[in-house]
């Protein structure tokens, strides 16, 4: 049964906005167009809707997922391209892991010097003595 991009919408959880953003990005496609011109989507789409957020979940960007559906829609199945997206997504968040931890490192070395130094000797050139590097 076909529906409109109102039904889709509100099957789906979200706002027509966001339909069509998909449908002109082509991670949904509409089935075809009402005589009238309205979009009309089949079941199949609230599947596509439901598989793009959760791929969304897990950190994939939406021109990858875009590649994804391309596959399958070729008849592929994606499943070596998924596996090497999520690996690489993996590796991404390791390197930021990283860099956070590092921040908060060079932050809490911030917090100590600041509770040691005296607001009163600080240097009217500098901004903060807290920060600068001069420091």
């Known amino acids: 049964m076909a529906m409109r991009i109102g039904e889709l919408a509100e099957r789906a ?11 002109r990005i082509g991670v949904l496609r509409p089935e075809e167009r009402s005589e009238s011109g309205y979009r009309l989507y089949g ?3 609230l599947d596509r809707y439901r598989f793009v957020r959760a791929a969304q979940a897990v950190g994939l960007r939406l021109g990858e997922i875009r590649e994804i559906i391309a596959l399958r829609d070729l008849g592929e199945t994606p499943c070596a391209f998924v596996v090497d997206l999520i ?3 993996a590796a991404e968040l390791d390197a930021q892991i990283a860099d ?3 921040l908060r490192e060079e932050l809490r070395t911030l917090d100590r010097r600041a509770r040691r130094l005296n607001p009163r000797r600080c240097e009217p050139r500098l901004i903060c003595h807290v920060i600068d590097p001069e420091i």
């Open 13 to 23: 959880g979200t706002s027509v906005k966001t339909i069509r953003y998909y449908d």
């Open 43 to 45: 079941e199949d789409a």
């Open 87 to 89: 690996g690489r997504r």
């Open 100 to 102: 956070l931890a590092a």
